[in-house]
């Protein structure tokens, strides 16, 4: 019921930060080179050359953002969460560790003082570099290219190349870390009532955290190449090639405290 749920402030979910933050993000790209050519043989040439990448990881220079360690979680000094109980007619929850009971809303919240809400939690230039992750230093990317003229009439020619190339990711997963605690506390609570909203009262809900994994690795591109030219009659040339690229350290986002598959038809979670 819509209408009647908006008049009497009836949410399904609700969620606010506790501030608003702006960071301050800085990088700097440092990259030079050297080439050269040699012509090994009259039917023969050569390409080669290295390219040098220095990439600053991007990072914000006030320093509010954080990323989660698994290392430096400790089991221990988790939060709890409400548990539900109580009968269908008059739900309830609990908690599990001293049995204090509260109302069926607080199920799935954190019980108060329960843990440390930054269990895990590293806050840049404090418990980690101001990085979030390793700065990986020069990347060096070679470059090869071969050129043969099987006739030595340059009929028909081979050529051979590859190379390996870096860049950097995007700035927005840079920009998610400072949504991350202690900076921002942003909880989701779930089926209440406005009214009840109270920073001062109010049951804070697991809130969600962003990370890097901290080994740092920078998107790399490896490519290659294989080919031949033919001179064919009327000044037309037939040129087949292979041209071939990997990927890696590409980014990818992983949950890795997701529920696992078909937990939600389980008999022990239907409430």
Do not use: C
């Not at 041209?243 to 890696?248: A, E, H, M, N, Q």
């Amino acid at each position: 019921f819509g209408f009647s749920n908006m008049a009497l402030g009836v949410y399904t979910s609700f969620n606010q930060a506790a501030g608003y933050f702006t960071g301050k993000y800085r990088y700097t790209n440092a990259e030079w080179y050297i080439q050269d050519q040699w012509k090994a043989t009259r039917r023969l040439t050569l390409d080669y050359g290295v390219r040098f990448y220095w990439i600053q990881p991007q990072y914000d220079a006030a320093l509010l953002t954080s990323t989660f360690l698994p290392e430096l979680y400790d089991p221990s000094k988790g939060v709890r969460l409400y548990r539900p109980a109580g009968t269908p007619a008059n739900p309830s929850a609990i908690d599990p560790a001293t049995g204090q009971t509260a109302g069926s809303l607080a199920r799935g919240r954190i019980v108060p003082n329960s843990g440390s809400l930054t269990d895990g939690i590293a806050q840049a230039g404090k418990d980690t570099n101001k990085y979030l992750m390793k700065n990986r230093g020069v990347h060096y990317s070679p470059r090869v290219g071969l050129a043969f003229d099987a006739t030595g009439q340059q009929r028909m020619v081979f050529r051979v190349g590859g190379s390996i190339m870096y860049d950097r990711f995007q700035g927005n997963e840079v920009f998610d870390m400072i949504t991350n605690p202690p900076t921002t506390f942003a909880p989701t609570v779930v089926n209440g009532y406005l009214r009840e909203v109270d920073a001062r009262t109010a049951l804070l809900a697991p809130f969600s955290l962003h990370a890097f994994y901290y080994n740092g690795n920078v998107p790399t591109v490896y490519t290659y190449s294989a080919g031949v030219q033919t001179r064919l009659p009327y000044q037309f040339v037939l040129d087949v090639a292979y041209v071939g690229s990997l990927s890696r350290h590409e980014l990818q986002r992983l949950n890795i405290n997701a529920v696992p598959y078909g937990a939600t038809f389980l008999p022990q979670n239907q409430d």
